[in-house]
T-cell receptor, first 113, second 113 residues
Framework: GENVEQHPSTLSVQEGDSAVIKCTYS??????FPWYKQELGKRPQLIID?????GEKKDQRIAVTLNKTAKHFSLHITETQPEDSAVYFC????????????FGTGTQLKVEL | NAGVTQTPKFRILKIGQSMTLQCTQD?????MYWYRQDPGMGLKLIYY???????DKGEVPNGYNVSRSTTEDFPLRLELAAPSQTSVYFC????????????FGSGTRLTVV
């Protein structure tokens, strides 16, 4: 089955700096890659996603890039703010078989003042 | 729409007891999923369903059972609770198209003592 690896496990940045989280996947048939943000004690919330026919997608301060050849995708957060502090999860799925998402192990992002 | 509703929010079980975690969605989503999230870890798929009457095992199904008699409801049953089942359980749903994200419920925090 699919395996998704995520790095780093923790990331500390100064307010206003950029943060980058990287994920790799194993199944070349995967075609959908969402990113979720989870605040302490809350449910995961979808923040951005990318499909395999697109190389990059941007939504205000967040962007995601996808390299299908290398089978990796990354989340970029610019101008970080304290409210960006949370755990971020990447995930991957392919068409069929229930379209199940396989999640990475998460990155704890801390934005320091 | 209420989205995905999970009950209860918290529960303490004794070893060997049984319980059912309830999950209901009002978005007419065909696909539903149960994940568990252990501290500091990602989400692991327990069971999923692609429609009423159809269920299948995920990555960690042992010790659990599910049923899907209606589109709206997808309960998760623990028959003989064990300490290893202490976790936060999330139910999620999505539309049938492959490249869309999940909508998560608010989670059930289960402790087995």
């Amino acid at each position: 089955g699919e395996n998704v690896e995520q790095h780093p496990s923790t990331l500390s940045v100064q307010e206003g700096d950029s943060a980058v989280i990287k994920c790799t996947y194993s199944d070349s048939a995967s075609n959908y890659f969402p990113w979720y943000k989870q605040e302490l004690g809350k449910r995961p919330q979808l923040i951005i996603d990318i499909r395999s026919n697109v190389g990059e997608k941007k939504d205000q301060r967040i962007a995601v890039t996808l390299n299908k050849t290398a089978k990796h995708f990354s989340l970029h957060i610019t101008e970080t703010q304290p409210e960006d502090s949370a755990v971020y999860f990447c995930a991957a799925s392919k068409t069929g078989g229930g379209n199940k998402l396989t999640f990475g192990t998460g990155t704890q992002l801390k934005v320091e003042l | 729409n209420a989205g995905v509703t999970q009950t209860p929010k918290f529960r303490i079980l004794k070893i060997g007891q049984s319980m059912t975690l309830q999950c209901t969605q009002d978005m007419n989503h065909n696909y539903m999923y149960w994940y568990r999230q252990d501290p500091g870890m990602g989400l692991k798929l327990i069971y999923y369903s692609v429609g009423a009457g159809i269920t299948d095992k995920g990555e960690v199904p042992n010790g659990y059972n599910v049923s899907r008699s209606t589109t709206e409801d997808f309960p998760l049953r623990l028959e003989l609770a064990a300490p290893s089942q202490t976790s936060v359980y999330f139910c999620a749903s999505r539309i049938s198209q492959a490249d869309y994200g999940y909508t998560f419920g608010s989670g059930t925090r289960l402790t087995v003592v």
